[in-house]
């Protein structure tokens, strides 16, 4: 029987926690004291005129909203201006990026337009006044007075600033609102004054449905168009806009082809039956033989589904259970049972209040279960929004945030759609941090292409990379194979990243499948993203790469190659130095080393251009005996010198404003492949730095996070690399042996 070199495992056990002294030198300002507040002065005269002019009904317990922009040379975050707020009795309440042109730079240096942070103030209108009046007599020895440097425009938001994407031709529509609002706050006492205020307009909405998510309130209201500079100006609205519909549910792709072929279904039962997947979609026929593996759910009071919503609902579902189906070939084995929950009713479009109905009905069920895999192949029809995140994807993200489970979702079917108006850009929830968003590929052979009708990137910053991964969707020369919807034993052929979607998550419950509990949601994530197969395609259109076409060519390594997962945890403001396992000796030839890092986070979904709450920066160390040449009077470095790593994967990604940022230490999943001498590899080593921040600014409290690490290193010289490493780290590293047969091609 041929060896079989599984992946191993274990390698958090070779990682260890160091300390590494980060230093800066004293930042110059673009402004002087005195400056600053000759500048500022008129603009919070202003925002106190604009303030005072607001009706009473509109500032709920007298409370208002201003916008405060940073000068773009303080927009990390420690440069939060928490210290002046307090003193101005003001809270930041949330975030967004802006462009803006600022009126000096630091060095004498020329200003240029360029991407910052505008924050929302909330506060007292008493308490704006207050700020007004005692500015003048502000020294740099009052308390917060020294951040007034930082700060570039005090301004106030307009009605019509908040208001997006409604057209005043328009008669009655459904709006969504969105407040700078908390849950416990609305619940017991702003949301009634919210809707007392909409009396005034002869509106009473109920809100039967809402969502909570980060400090931000989520709200459909269905009133006249010309209402929305009215509604926005209720001081704690943040954007006023339409509601977008739900995706519809009809195939990219419908052809003849293959469509009166039959297929006899298997009578086995999934690999592992323990592994809880739910589907949320369209629903499945109750007498319909994919009932076998997959159990139908859905709440009452639905109307009864239609073929259109059945058919959507088996592809999907026969996608997951069965990939892409092989006419010629049996059915394979399922990895798993599944969870179909209808949370669709009628046909798309036809309900105005349907896109937070559905929402609703898929958060009720996260909220009552826990599943170790989800697919969402629908949502808002609704390209993501650079400034704001939708209900969908801070519901989702935050259900996510724990890392516990696995869940796709397909980016949408508009790729072809206007670039100049962002029409083909991944669509709501796709932009999700703590998922993998899914487009599709036209062919599951070698070069293959995006297909046309995938929605492309980039994604939101952080979460640049959207899509995450690209599988086989269908086009008119090769669709997609499912289950028909009205025959069982019948093909359909459909296409688009409805299917792509449910057929990666399929190969993620595989990995989970035949390898158990040894490798958590996490882990499975960063090998799926770790294994992709690459192409000289753009990364927005297809991101990491295509997924790997067998479950082999995730878990099995060739002789002349090793890879490991670290399954860790790390403190924040900690460092962790984990090592690339390599034989002893100096190494032949050229060697190539791929990772990727993938870690769950909690979000501020108020703050999207600082959305994700925790950071991994990795520093990369290839020789340990190698440090930079100390400065005169300087003791010599304590840690080997560094060398770009991870930076060399995003450059595809990466703009000057990227960099500026320094937006890469909080994306939540980073890759690259780099190839080196073997020479120059001596002890090399990743040390990983955790920062952690809360609402835009920094937050070291005793928090711990999980990540997983997955190192591939390839040396075509080393014929036994593989075995050399597994036995210099016999009792540290683990083969991880699978609880059931991998499924091995057998070459021709």
């Known amino acids: 029987m041929k060896k079989l070199n599984f992946l191993l495992g274990k390698g958090e056990r070779l990682a260890e926690e160091v300390r590494v002294v980060m230093g800066g030198a004293s930042k110059a300002a673009p402004y002087t004291f005195e400056q600053a507040k000759q500048r500022l002065q008129p603009m919070l005269n202003k925002v106190v005129d604009e303030i005072r002019s607001l009706p009473q009904e509109a500032c709920p317990e007298d409370y208002a909203i201003a916008t405060l922009t940073l000068n773009p040379e303080y927009i990390a975050k420690s440069y939060h201006p928490k210290e002046l707020l307090r003193a101005a009795g003001l809270e930041a309440v949330g975030s967004r990026s802006r462009r803006v042109k600022p009126d000096s730079r630091s060095k004498n240096r020329i200003p240029e337009e360029t991407v910052t942070t505008e924050l929302f103030l909330l506060g007292k209108r008493q308490s704006f006044v207050n700020w007004a009046e005692q500015f003048p007599s502000w020294t740099e020895e009052f ?46 006492r702003i949301l009634g004054q919210f809707q007392q205020y909409l009396k005034r307009f002869k509106l009473n909405p109920d809100f039967k449905h809402r969502f909570y998510a980060g400090g931000l309130c989520f709200l459909e209201l269905e009133a006249s168009a010309t209402l929305a500079n009215e509604i926005a100006q209720f001081s704690l609205v943040r954007v006023v806009r339409a509601m977008p519909e739900l995706r519809l549910l009809r195939p990219t792709v419908r052809t003849s082809l293959f469509a009166d072929s039959a297929i006899e279904l298997p009578d086995f039962e999934p690999i592992d039956k323990n592994i809880k997947v739910a589907i949320f979609d369209g629903g499945i026929p109750l007498d319909h033989p994919i009932c076998r593996w997959a159990t139908p759910y859905e709440e009452g009071g639905l109307n009864p589904a239609d073929d259109e919503l059945y058919e959507h609902g088996v592809a999907v579902t026969s996608a997951f259970l069965f990939g892409h189906i092989d006419p010629k070939k049996q059915l394979p084995q399922p990895y798993s049972y599944v969870d179909h929950y209808r949370v669709l009713d009628n046909a798309p479009g036809q309900n105005l209040f349907e896109l937070y109905q559905v929402l609703d009905r898929v958060k009720n069920v996260l909220d009552s279960k826990n599943y170790d895999f989800i697919n969402l192949s629908l949502g808002p029809r609704l390209p993501i929004d650079d400034d704001e995140i939708h209900a969908w994807t801070a519901v989702l993200d935050e259900y996510l945030s724990d890392g516990q489970t696995l869940c796709t979702v397909a980016v949408g079917n508009d790729g072809e759609g206007d670039p100049m108006i962002n029409a083909n850009r991944v669509q709501v929830p796709s932009d999700c941090v703590n998922a993998l968003s899914i487009g599709a590929c036209d062919i599951p052979d070698d070069n293959w292409q995006r297909a046309l009708y995938s929605s492309i990137g980039p994604g939101r910053s952080p979460g640049l990379v959207k899509p995450d991964l690209v599988d086989f969707g269908g086009s008119i020369q090769r669709p997609f194979l499912t289950l028909d919807s009205l025959d069982g034993n019948k093909l359909r052929p459909t296409g688009g990243t409805s299917f792509s979607a449910p057929s990666v998550l399929r190969m993620g419950a595989g990995v989970r499948a035949h390898f158990g509990q040894s490798l958590n949601a996490l882990s499975i994530r960063t090998l799926l993203v770790h294994s992709a197969e690459t192409a000289d395609i753009p990364k927005f259109e297809i991101g990491w790469g295509r997924i790997a076409r067998s479950l082999e060519d995730i878990v099995i390594c060739p002789d002349h190659e090793i890879r490991v997962v670290f399954q860790g945890r790390i403190n924040a403001s900690k460092f962790v130095r984990v090592p690339i396992p390599l034989p002893t000796g100096v190494l032949k030839g050229m060697i190539s080393i791929r990772a990727t890092l993938c870690y769950a986070t909690p979000c501020d979904p108020h ?142």
């Open 607 to 748: 703050h999207p251009g600082n959305y994700t709450r925790s950071g991994l920066e990795v520093t990369f160390r290839p020789n340990k005996d190698l440090k930079k040449k100390p400065e005169d009077g300087k003791k010599e470095p304590l840690h080997a010198a560094s060398k770009s790593f991870f930076g060399k994967g995003q450059k595809a990604f990466q703009t000057e404003e990227e960099l500026r940022r320094d937006a890469w230490k909080w994306e939540n999943c980073v890759h690259s492949e780099v190839r080196f001498r073997g020479s120059s590899l001596n002890g090399p080593i990743f040390d990983i730095h955790y920062n952690a921040r809360f609402e835009g600014h920094t937050d070291n409290k005793n928090q711990e996070m999980e990540y997983a690490l997955v190192i591939t290193v390839t040396a075509p010289r080393i014929e036994d690399l593989y075995d050399q490493v597994v036995r210099k780290y016999a009792t540290q590293l683990e083969q991880l042996q699978p609880i059931v047969e991998v499924p091995i091609r057998v070459s021709q």
């Open 143 to 188: 308390p917060g007075a020294n951040q007034l440097i930082e700060i570039e425009q005090i301004s106030f938001p307009s009605s019509s600033s908040k208001v997006k994407g409604i057209s005043p031709e328009e008669k009655e529509i459904v709006y969504e609102v969105i407040l700078h609002l908390n849950e416990v706050d609305s619940e017991r």
